[in-house]
């Protein structure tokens, strides 16, 4: 379970999700990019990732890892292994999840508060889509929803799962009702097409600036 949440640590505030596991807290990642042009200006409250001091903080009672450096490795199949970056991570020129993936990351969620205006739905699912074909992966993308409207801002609670560039599960916008949506994702056969992939492993081997990341 990925929840997102605000938590102030060393007396900044942070954009957060938690993974969660059968009532374990996994760990905690914060937001790297604060927008804060046009209608945004997260940074008027917000600290990024690249601000963390601490690298563990307790929550709920449970010392957890914190930092955006966090990969979440199934026990019982090392293709599983998630990575988390927070809405307008996604929207930069190299996305942490982009990183995640060179390091291992298979599936990797995105929990968004992206607002509604013309043509951003069909451009929002163009980079879900192209994100998961380029770093060859499935990315499961979850917005904020209708409900969460202000008068600034209209949600629309717009979700995807994409697999290596195909949309395999696609949420209705602007639905009052709940809605669940639900795919397979093969994690084997990624791990596989990343082998094949000579340019995504020589992209690996050739670049030593990408970061190590803690495995969870």
């Known amino acids: 379970i990925a929840v997102g949440l605000p938590l102030k640590v060393d007396d900044m505030l942070f954009n957060c999700i938690?993974?969660?596991?059968?009532?374990?807290?996994?760990?905690?990642?914060?937001?790297?990019?604060l927008p804060n042009y046009s209608e945004f200006y997260e940074k008027r409250w917000f600290s990024s990732s690249t601000d963390v001091k601490s690298k563990e903080i307790r929550l709920c009672g449970q010392i957890v890892p914190f930092g955006n450096d966090l990969i979440f490795e199934c026990e019982n199949n090392p293709t599983?292994?998630?990575?988390?970056?927070?809405?307008?991570?996604l929207w930069a020129p190299i996305p942490p999840s982009s990183i995640l993936a060179m390091r291992g990351a298979t599936i990797?969620?995105?929990?968004?508060?992206?607002?509604?205006?013309?043509?951003?739905?069909?451009?929002?699912?163009?980079?879900?889509?192209?994100?998961?074909?380029?770093?060859?992966?499935?990315?499961?993308?979850?917005?904020?929803?209708?409900?969460?409207?202000?008068?600034?801002?209209?949600?629309?609670?717009?979700?995807?799962?994409?697999?290596?560039?195909?949309?395999?599960?696609?949420?209705?916008?602007?639905?009052?009702?709940?809605?669940?949506?639900?795919?397979?994702?093969?994690?084997?056969?990624?791990?596989?097409?990343?082998?094949?992939?000579?340019?995504?492993?020589?992209?690996?081997?050739?670049?030593?600036y990408i970061p190590e990341f803690r495995k969870i």
Request: aromatic residues 8%; hydrophobic residues 35%.
């Open 108 to 208: 990797l969620l995105n929990g968004s508060a992206s607002n509604e205006v013309v043509t951003k739905h069909e451009y929002r699912k163009n980079l879900v889509a192209s994100q998961s074909a380029s770093t060859i992966s499935a990315y499961v993308y979850s917005s904020a929803g209708i409900g969460e409207s202000t008068q600034d801002l209209v949600f629309s609670g717009h979700s995807m799962i994409c697999e290596n560039g195909s949309i395999l599960s696609e949420s209705k916008r602007f639905s009052r009702d709940n809605q669940l949506i639900i795919s397979d994702i093969d994690t084997e056969f990624l791990s596989a097409d990343r082998c094949k992939n000579t340019t995504f492993v020589s992209f690996i081997n050739n670049n030593t």
């Open 18 to 33: 938690v993974a969660i596991y059968k009532g374990k807290l996994l760990g905690v990642v914060p937001k790297t990019y």
């Open 80 to 89: 599983i292994k998630i990575g988390i970056e927070i809405c307008e991570d």
